[in-house]
C-alpha cells in the first residue's frame, strides 16, 4: 500500500521534468528565430558633421561711427546793390560761375548820371574862382579869409563830385568773390533794394559737414580730434571723398543734446553739392597688425568654436580669449596664443564640445 504514493509521486516528477526541458527548449527556438529576423536590420548610427574652418588673419580693426549729414557751401556770399533803382541788365543765372570784379547786373543811372554833370560844373566853377583868389593872394591882392572860403568851397565840392560818382559806379553791381551762382531771384525790369540780394554766390571748391554727434560721443571726439579719419559717402552711391578736420563745438546743444564737429571735403568736389545728402563715418581708433575674426563666425550666444587637429573634434574657445573691447560691427580680435588654430566658420551652429566632424574646406592654410 506504501508503493502507490510513491510510484504517483515519481510519475509526476517525471512528466514536470519533460514539461520544464519543453518549455525551454521552446524559449531557445523562439529567440533562434527571432535573431535571425533581426540580423539583417541597421542600427542607425549619425554622420558626423561637416564643416569649414580658417584661421584667423592678421589686420586692423577699425572703431567708427556714421552719421546722416548734408552738404555745405563754406560761405554764402549775398552781392547787394548799394542804390535803389530799376535793373537794365542782369548777366548770371543759377549755376553761372563769375569771377571777383565781374559786373553781374547793371542798374539804371539816368538820375545819376545828371547829379555828376551839376557837380562836375559845381567844382569846374569853384576851381576857377579859386585859381583866380589863389593868384591874388599870392600878390597880396586879397585877403587870407577870401582865399580860405573860396578853397573851402572847391574842396566840398570835390568831395561831393567823388561820392556822386562813387554812387554812379554802384550802378554797375559786381561780384564780391569768385564763385558759383547759388541763388539769382531777380530780372530785368525789377527794382532793385539794399533788401534783396542781386544773387548768392558761393565757391563751391569749399564745402563742408556739420555733423551733430550725441553727447555721449564728446569726450572720445575731443581726445582724438587729431587724429579722427573723416570719410563721407554719397547715399545710394560708391562715391567718396575725405575729409579734414576743422573744429569741435565747446558745448552740448541742451534740448537735442548734441554737439557739432565740422570738417571740409578734401576732393571729388565736382560731384558733391551743397544740400546733397551722404553718410559721413568718422573713425576715431584704429587697432594695427592683430588677428582677427569675422563676428559671422559666432554662435547666437557668442560663443565660439574651434577645430582640434589632433582628434578631429570642434571645441569650446573660453570667452577670455576673445578680445571684446577691440571689435567692431565686422570683425573681433582674438588672442595671439591662437592665431595659428583654426576656427569652425561654417557648421558651427550644429555641433557642441568635443564632437567629432569632419573637414570638408580648410581656408588660409
Do not use: H
Not at 23 to 48: D, E, F, G, Q, W
Not at 355 to 364: G, H, M, N
Amino acid at each position: 500500500m506504501n508503493k502507490k504514493p510513491k510510484e504517483k509521486f515519481k510519475i509526476l516528477k517525471l512528466i514536470f521534468q519533460y514539461l520544464l526541458l519543453g518549455l525551454i527548449l521552446t524559449s531557445l527556438i523562439l529567440i533562434i528565430n527571432y535573431r535571425k529576423k533581426t540580423s539583417n536590420v541597421a542600427i542607425y548610427t549619425p554622420p558626423i558633421k561637416t564643416v569649414v574652418i580658417e584661421k584667423p588673419k592678421l589686420g586692423t580693426i577699425e572703431k567708427s561711427i556714421t552719421f546722416p549729414t548734408y552738404i555745405e557751401a563754406s560761405q554764402y556770399i549775398p552781392i547787394i546793390s548799394f542804390i535803389q533803382g530799376k535793373i537794365l541788365k542782369y548777366n548770371i543765372k543759377v549755376g553761372d560761375y563769375v569771377y571777383k570784379n565781374q559786373i553781374i547786373a547793371v542798374i539804371d543811372s539816368t538820375t545819376l548820371d545828371q547829379q555828376v554833370l551839376q557837380a562836375q560844373a559845381a567844382y569846374d566853377a569853384y576851381k576857377k574862382t579859386y585859381d583866380r583868389i589863389e593868384a591874388l593872394y599870392k600878390n597880396n591882392a586879397t585877403s587870407a579869409q577870401n582865399f580860405d572860403e573860396i578853397k573851402s568851397k572847391m574842396d566840398g565840392a570835390k568831395a561831393q563830385l567823388e561820392i556822386i560818382k562813387v554812387q554812379r559806379e554802384y550802378c554797375n553791381v559786381k561780384s564780391t568773390i569768385s564763385g558759383t551762382v547759388i541763388a539769382a531771384d531777380l530780372a530785368i525790369g525789377n527794382i532793385a533794394t539794399a533788401q534783396t540780394p542781386i544773387a548768392i554766390i558761393s565757391n563751391l571748391d569749399s564745402q563742408i559737414v556739420n555733423i551733430a554727434v550725441p553727447e555721449k560721443y564728446y569726450e572720445i571726439f575731443l581726445n582724438n580730434k587729431n587724429n579722427l579719419e573723416i570719410e563721407i559717402k554719397k547715399d545710394q552711391s560708391n562715391l567718396k571723398t575725405m575729409a579734414t578736420f576743422i573744429s569741435i563745438d565747446p558745448y552740448i546743444q541742451p534740448q537735442a543734446k548734441v554737439f557739432i564737429l565740422k570738417a571740409k571735403l578734401q576732393d571729388n568736389l565736382t560731384y558733391f553739392r551743397p544740400g546733397m545728402y551722404c553718410l559721413t563715418k568718422i573713425t576715431y581708433k584704429k587697432i594695427n597688425d592683430v588677428y582677427i575674426l569675422n563676428q559671422g563666425i559666432k554662435k547666437l550666444d557668442g560663443s565660439l568654436y574651434y577645430y582640434n587637429e589632433k582628434d578631429e573634434s570642434a571645441n569650446y574657445l573660453d570667452k577670455k580669449y576673445i578680445i571684446n573691447e577691440d571689435q567692431n560691427n565686422e570683425y573681433f580680435r582674438i588672442d595671439e596664443a591662437y592665431s595659428d588654430v583654426y576656427f569652425i566658420i561654417e557648421g558651427q551652429n550644429t555641433v557642441f564640445d568635443g564632437q567629432k566632424v569632419t573637414v570638408i574646406i580648410k581656408k588660409r592654410e
